[in-house]
Nanobody, 120 residues
Framework: VQLQASGGGLVQAGGSLRLTCAASGRTFSSYAMGWFRQAPGNEREFVAGMSWSGGSTYYSDSVKGRFTISRDNAKNTVYLQMNSLKPEDTAVYYC??????????????WGQGTLVTVSS
């Protein structure tokens, strides 16, 4: 599966953005999907994950209650709605897919990143 993330940009603190990850392939609905981020000087970290059916979701403590992951299997797309953004959310965001291990990974396929910058 190939992944293409988009939707990043510059936003003020307290604002919102929605990231989109478009996937190729006819078996998208069988993959768990996740979002990760990497801030400058930091390691890549898990942000959110969703099972292939959408029935299970997981979030890091730092984004729980502010971010929402969702998917549309008919459109081969996964979303990350980000609300109440904070400057510490500034990072390159990556979408990822895996088949077999579940939404907590490990993940096998990665898209290119999209930059989110939150100004104070």
């Amino acid at each position: 599966v190939q992944l293409q993330a988009s939707g990043g940009g510059l936003v003020q603190a307290g604002g919102s953005l929605r990231l989109t990850c478009a996937a190729s392939g006819r078996t998208f609905s069988s993959y768990a999907m996740g979002w990760f981020r990497q801030a400058p000087g930091n390691e890549r970290e898990f942000v959110a994950g969703m099972s292939w059916s959408g029935g299970s979701t997981y979030y890091s403590d730092s984004v729980k209650g502010r971010f929402t992951i969702s998917r549309d299997n008919a459109k081969n797309t996964v979303y990350l709605q980000m609300n109440s953004l904070k400057p510490e959310d500034t990072a390159v965001y990556y979408c990822a897919a895996e088949k077999g291990a579940g939404p907590l990974g490990p993940y096998d396929y990665w898209g290119q990143g999209t930059l989110v910058t939150v100004s104070s």
